[in-house]
């Protein structure tokens, strides 16, 4: 259960489309009013149209592309497991390829990204889709390490964040001054370690996260994808459904998914709306907040 007043009177979860193997990297797209995701290990893009309530295959053959957030010019800029990028969907449906490498090697496999305040995409690079079947390609981690990266408008790119053991999910607070990561690492320890933690940085004159402490754990398997709201709380999803946070990292309950819940985005026509990407399904439950702006 989620505390009084952050669902809207009378709200229902409910299953709005379904046919992902695994879903993720929800986004609402509103010059379209609709919603995409990815199905990761299905290799496509899914669409759902509220208006209708139609659900269709938007592109396939995308190379598993997982988390997706807006640039500052308000193109899709998306994760993408199998070609190891970052990468920019021009208006024409071409992709640009935002950053691939690093230090002269490979990155392992963005997961997900966020638009910081001034401009820049923070993205998280642990390595599911190089070690996870079907989440993309076979491959090693060439770096030695997992990192969240920053690319700048001028594409050039830096580690932010180096001591998250596996960085998944990750949003901004509304003011932009903290960002927040999920650490999903027990999701591979089968001996129970890793941490299911969300961690918070102070962001250090929007360049770099600084002083990182734990915010808050979720209650049962991993955070994955995470978002504020205009209030500064955090919806962070779990194998429970979406557990919220207070700004102080207070738990506020949780809405329970029947799958297993790995990112979520606030959409639909007023933005109140929070759909989720759980597993097989997208979920739809009706809200009293929306996104915060920097998320
Ligand atoms: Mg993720």
Redesign the pocket.
Known sequence: MLAPGLLADGAELEKVADGAIWA??PLWLPDEQVVIWSDVVGDRILQFDPATGTRSVRRSGVEHT??RCFDAGGLIVQCCHGRRALERVLADGTIETLADHWNGVRLNSP??VALAPDGALWF?D?R?GITQPGEGHPGVVEYGDHFVFRVDPDGTLTPVATDVVMP??ICFSPDGSLVYI?D?SSAEDGAGGGTRTIRVYDVDGGRRAKSGRVFAAVSRGIP??IRADAEGRLWA?SAAGVEVFAPDGTALGILEVPETT??LVFGGPDGHDLYIAATTGLYRVRTTTRAASSS
């Open positions: 993720e990297g997982n988390g997961n997900d998280t642990p599911y998944n999910g999920a999903s994955d994808g999803s790995a990112n």
